[in-house]
């Protein structure tokens, strides 16, 4: 019998691989997301590395410190050039802060926020990955309506000095704000701003949402405990509560919070297990009043827990601080969102890295960090295995005081090397197994996908074989596919 040429389309050489191609385009999405999301627990944890203290390890030796909490992204409150220089190539994202003292002169004069970009970004880039200028802290709620008049021009200069040496994309602007910038915050639904604020506010979201930036809150649920421990549930505060309806709390103004372990928000319905995603909902349902429902984006820019303090200062202890960041670090590796915006990853930054000797106030004031000064921790997270020790008498206030910007003038004592090793090791082992065995099912569906390749141009006995592929590098070019996004895994450090 003559054999007669057959032609295929369905299973051509250039349909198969196309075909291949796009499985494995798909499966590199899903693999890279995954990793994304699995890996994001590190990339998600910011920490802020405030200065006002005399006795700091240095900046080299702050590096090893950052890798044992997981966090690859920093706070600064200036542009400290040491700071810059020693994380060049590390791959951390740095935030670093403008001044309140600095606005006056950068909202009138261009020229001025053009050269401290120039002074104070330009230099570092890229080798050092500075992501966002916070330009003033709280500067509206000092109730000065001259400094608060100068902060939006200051914003608009400093952006469009970016622009002009083209970092705009590179480098946001934004400023963070207290949370007393709201005017009601419980219930969450009836989350508004401050009537007198408004119009400042709705031009800085105005300003967000056009330029891409977020809007920066500081957050502590440890003020609204302190304030009224009797009414404000420690285990809500802490992330220990279970939701639960609370009927008792119409007047409460601190983002919910009786003796109750939870609250239910009456109108939206949705129930709150903790005080601060209570907070960060009341400031999206404030800025959808003002006509922002979808953008800006909201970071927590400062929240925490002092693990001393004065004897009117109830709740600060070694213990609760450790609950506090504890779960809340968990909250983050979890990447869960608020109730209200359930897909909307959390972003915060933990405040401090450091207890700071220097700070002027309350005793708390000199004890939000994660580390004391020697670089050993403050206090031991629960979960992790370390040697620790309870915090002592060695963070005393040693007089000068501190600028709003929170900058200092000189460092101490370093710690040694290995100083917080394992502190807080978060494991990839979980996300490594799991994205083997993704990459693994995906070279067996590979494999499958060329025998089936064979088999049908097999069993057709195509005669016209000189026009294709040769079957093993056909084979061949799917493995590479399947094992292509084994090449993805990689380390910030």
């Known amino acids: 019998m003559e054999e007669l040429p057959i032609t295929i389309t369905i299973f051509s050489t250039t349909r198969f691989l196309r075909l291949c191609l796009l499985i494995s385009g798909l499966m590199l999405l899903y693999t890279t997301t995954f990793l994304v999301n699995a890996n994001g627990v590190a990339s998600s944890i910011g920490i802020n590395y405030g200065q006002i203290a005399n006795n700091l390890p240095s900046p080299q030796n702050v590096i090893p410190l950052l890798k044992s909490i997981g966090a690859t992204r920093v706070k600064l409150y200036d542009a400290d050039p040491r700071v810059l220089r020693a994380f060049a ?45 916070t330009v003033g802290n709280e500067v509206l709620t000092f109730n000065d309506t001259s400094l608060s008049g100068c902060l939006f021009p200051a914003m608009q200069n400093v952006h469009t000095a970016l622009t002009n040496l083209g970092l705009d994309k590179q480098v946001t602007v934004t400023t963070a704000h207290s949370l007393a910038i709201l005017d009601t915050s419980y219930p969450p639904s009836s989350g508004s701003f401050r009537k007198d604020l408004r119009g400042c506010i709705t031009q800085i979201l105005d300003f967000h949402t056009k330029t891409g930036s977020p809007l920066l809150i500081n957050a502590y649920p440890f003020f609204a405990y302190k304030g009224n421990p009797k009414q404000v549930s420690l285990d809500y505060v802490l992330f220990q509560s279970t939701a639960t309806t609370n009927k008792n709390n119409n007047n409460n103004n601190n983002a919910g919070g009786s003796a109750a372990a939870g609250i ?7 129930r709150y297990d903790n005080m601060l995603f209570a907070q960060i909902d009341a400031v999206y349902v404030a800025m959808a009043a003002l006509g922002f429902k979808k953008s800006p984006s909201v970071q927590i820019s400062e929240t925490g827990w002092p693990s001393k ?32 915006r359930p897909n909307t990853q959390l972003d915060v930054y933990v405040f401090a890295l450091f207890n700071e000797n220097m700070k002027p106030g309350p005793t708390s004031e000199r004890n939000y960090g994660l580390f004391k000064p020697d670089g050993t921790p ?27 910007s929170k900058t200092n003038t000189t460092t101490g004592s370093s ?16 996300v490594v197994s799991w994205s083997s065995l993704f990459c693994a099912f995906q070279l067996w569906i590979f494999y499958r996908l060329s025998l089936l390749r064979v088999n049908v141009f097999t069993k057709l006995r195509i005669t016209h074989t000189q026009s294709l592929f040769p079957l093993q590098n056909q084979s061949t070019c799917c493995i590479a596919f399947a094992i292509a996004p084994t090449l993805l895994h990689s380390h910030p450090y």
């Open 264 to 270: 239910l928000d009456p109108v939206s319905n949705l």
């Open 309 to 340: 303090g004065d004897e009117d200062e109830i709740g600060a202890s070694p213990e609760n601080a450790s609950k506090y960041n504890s779960n809340l670090l968990k909250l983050v590796m979890k990447n869960k969102g608020t109730p209200m």
């Open 415 to 430: 710690p040694p090397d290995t100083s917080s090793t394992g502190y807080l090791s978060i494991s990839s082992a979980t």
């Open 89 to 133: 190539n590390t791959g951390v994202q740095f935030v670093v802060g403008l001044g309140n003292e600095y606005l006056s002169k950068m909202s009138t004069n261009p020229e001025a926020a053009l050269a401290w970009v120039k002074s104070n970004v330009q230099p570092y880039l890229p080798a050092t990955n500075i992501t966002s200028i």
């Open 378 to 404: 403050a206090y031991q997270l629960t979960g992790i295995s370390s040697n620790t020790s309870s915090d002592d008498d060695h963070n005393k206030t040693t007089g000068g005081g501190a600028s709003s």
